[in-house]
């Protein structure tokens, strides 16, 4: 079991940066990381994959937030961050980490980024 918790969402105007933190309650070396997010209004829909990776350190980004965000990662301190520069309006969400090992998969509680001015 891995408990995870987001933190560093808040309200920021258009064009400016948030970085999220999400800390694990165990190990992650061996657990592809990712952030998710859903937009509000949208309870029915998938949460839409932000940023994610692997154990290996691949990364992959929605192109959405592609030259925007960029996700890393701290195994030394069970870690994983998402810097998300030029925030624009249509980033506002709540934003997940998750921690995926084959039949394993962990979801945060969340952070809400509002872009709004």
């Known amino acids: 079991q891995v408990q995870l918790v987001e933190s560093g969402g808040g309200l920021v105007q258009p064009g400016g940066s948030l970085r999220l933190s999400c800390a694990a309650s165990?190990?992650?070396?061996?657990?592809?990381m990712g952030w998710y997010r859903q937009a509000p209004g949208t309870p029915g829909k998938q949460r839409e994959l932000?940023?994610?990776?692997?154990?290996?350190?691949?990364?992959n980004y929605a192109d959405s937030v592609k030259g925007r965000f960029t996700i890393s990662r701290d195994n030394t301190k069970n870690t994983v961050y998402l810097q998300m520069n030029s925030l624009k309006p249509e980033d506002t969400a709540v934003y997940y980490c998750?921690?995926?090992?084959?039949?394993?998969?962990?979801w945060g509680q969340g952070t809400q980024v509002t872009v709004s001015s």
């Open positions: 932000v940023a994610r990776m692997t154990r290996g350190g691949s990364t």
């Open positions: 998750n921690a995926m090992l084959t039949s394993s998969n962990y």
């Open positions: 165990r190990s992650i070396s061996f657990y592809h």
